[in-house]
């Protein structure tokens, strides 16, 4: 006999978008702190790779969110869903929207901090820095689109199955 987990037990939900808000603001807070202590002395050029990777993850994520939907919804043309892959996404879509919400707290705190200085260093890594901002965003929306995406959806009360006590009457 099984064991289910006790209603307070752990359990997985939705992504809250307080946690990558205050995740976010955190980030901002220390990236801040970081790049007013060491821009001038020991960082190299602000890198355009990581806003590549970012924007290239988040096409592919809300890719992902179109295609699930329509296999989980059985539109016609589309082959049904693999219910692992799904859990796989939805795994996929958590982190995302939490590594996307640490980037684009990120960016913000540097983006904030080569606004208020006025040197050729920090207005030849403004471009990245919003870049990068606007890729995290678009990582952290499209992580959030997945997730939704990979809901079960509602079925009507005349298409529920029947529970197993009702389809072997006497057996309890």
Known sequence: MTQSPPPDGPRMGPTRISTLVVTALAAAAAAWLLISSFYYTRLPPLP????????????????????????IDRRPGREPVNPLMVARFVV?????????????????????????QTTRAAGEDLPAAVAGLLASVALVAAALWLERSCRVPERPEDEHEPDDRETRPGRR
């Open 92 to 116: 996929l879509a958590k982190a995302s929207a939490l590594v996307g919400a640490i980037f684009a707290g990120f960016y913000a705190g540097l983006t904030g901090w080569l606004l208020v």
């Open 48 to 71: 355009w790779l990581p806003v590549v990777t970012l924007a290239g993850l988040a096409v592919l994520e809300a890719y992902a969110a179109i295609n699930t939907r329509g296999r």
